[in-house]
């Protein structure tokens, strides 16, 4: 089992940045995967990016590419996402999971593949 915190979400104005904190309980955490995810009110859990299990290999969503980055510390047991220049559309509730256990760099952007699941932290973009 792997017990996952987020933390860091907040009330931005567009432009602005907020990073990401993914925290694990289990000292297994460098086993696995590490993928965010986003919903937002009346949408679908959307893929947002995803680190493998080395850190070296990672993911971004198309509409955030070149402004979010994903980072692993696994001496931490920490993931992190970086978002910059936040625009409206980011708002949602975002989640961090772990439990895919590809090989040791690949990574999924299915929600169906990870397991274990935060309980979410706001983020808010205002115009």
């Known amino acids: 089992q792997v017990q996952l915190v987020e933390s860091g979400g907040g009330l931005v104005q567009a432009g602005g940045s907020l990073r990401l904190s993914c925290a694990a309980s289990?000292?297994?955490?460098?086993?696995?995967?590490v993928g965010w995810f986003r919903q937002a009110p009346g949408k679908e859990r959307e893929f947002v990016a995803a680190?493998?299990?080395?850190?070296?290999?990672?993911s971004i969503e198309d509409s955030a590419k070149g402004r979010f980055t994903i980072s692993r510390d696994n001496a931490k047991n920490t993931v992190y996402l970086q978002m910059n220049s936040l625009k409206p559309e980011d708002t949602a509730v975002y989640y961090c999971a772990a439990g895919y256990s590809g090989s040791y760099y690949s990574y999924s952007i299915s929600p169906y593949e990870y397991a274990y699941w935060g309980q979410g932290t706001q983020v808010t973009i205002s115009s």
């Open positions: 289990s000292g297994t955490f460098s086993s696995y995967a």
């Open positions: 680190i493998s299990r080395s850190g070296s290999i990672a």
